[in-house]
T-cell receptor
Framework: DQQVKQNSPSLSVQEGRISILNCDYT??????FLWYKKYPAEGPTFLIS?????DKNEDGRFTVFLNKSAKHLSLHIVPSQPGDSAVYFC????????????FGKGITLSVRP | DTGVSQNPRHKITKRGQNVTFRCDPI?????LYWYRQTLGQGPEFLTY????????KSRLLSDRFSAERPKGSFSTLEIQRTEQGDSAMYLC????????????FGSGTRLTVV
């Protein structure tokens, strides 16, 4: 049972354009959401997060939007750069879950020069 | 401090053999987590420690798996009688207290069971 879903396995965008990565979840007990970036042969690296009490969080070129009613979040990268090419994982954590993270399957982003 | 260190980086073993992986967390981090990632999937939680106490284990962690964190420092994950289905990337992460914010992952140990 996939509680965190990233339905698109890949996304290709032109350098300078916006990348929008989507994530859906099914567990209403999740209260904290994170995005991780992963390069080959490396562990996931934390990118940005959002608490369930917010609907938007911004950090430089990265913005995460949360729609609790739709159980949907998205990561916007503007402008996209070739160095952003990596696998992006959406993850969620629940109240009292001891910081255990539930991850989606990931989406491979390719930014074309 | 160079972050979370995992050894070995790669391990190839024959089915039925036992393997042990090591994780050295960031020194001041009191929480340590093990995750497993198979091809095409995201990392899946296996277990976590607060200091030396193992506080939660996933259903994924069969009886063939055991993890320890003696003295609340480094941790080991042992798999006995390995099966081909154990082939995966085993990731370790550490954090200070319960915050998900400060989760730092290691580069992982890739296990191949032949």
């Amino acid at each position: 049972d996939q509680q965190v879903k990233q339905n698109s396995p890949s996304l290709s965008v032109q350098e300078g354009r916006i990348s929008i990565l989507n994530c859906d979840y099914t567990n209403s007990m999740f209260d904290y959401f994170l995005w991780y970036k992963k390069y080959p042969a490396e562990g996931p690296t934390f990118l940005i997060s959002i608490s369930s009490i917010k609907d938007k969080n911004e950090d430089g070129r990265f913005t995460v939007f949360l729609n609790k009613s739709a159980k949907h979040l998205s990561l916007h990268i503007v402008p996209s750069q070739p160095g952003d090419s990596a696998v992006y994982f959406c993850a969620a954590s629940g109240i009292g879950a001891n910081s255990k993270l539930t991850f989606g399957k990931g989406i491979t982003l390719s930014v074309r020069p | 401090d160079t972050g979370v260190s995992q050894n070995p980086r790669h391990k190839i073993t024959k089915r039925g053999q036992n393997v042990t992986f090591r994780c050295d967390p960031i020194s001041e981090h009191n929480r340590l987590y093990w995750y497993r990632q198979t091809l095409g999937q995201g990392p899946e939680f296996l277990t976590y420690f607060q200091n030396e106490a193992q506080l939660e284990k996933s259903r994924l962690l069969s009886d063939r798996f055991s993890a320890e964190r003696p003295k609340g420092s480094f941790s080991t994950l042992e798999i006995q009688r390995t099966e081909q289905g154990d082939s995966a990337m085993y990731l370790c992460a550490s954090s200070l207290d319960a915050g998900v914010y400060g989760y730092t992952f290691g580069s992982g140990t890739r296990l191949t069971v032949v």
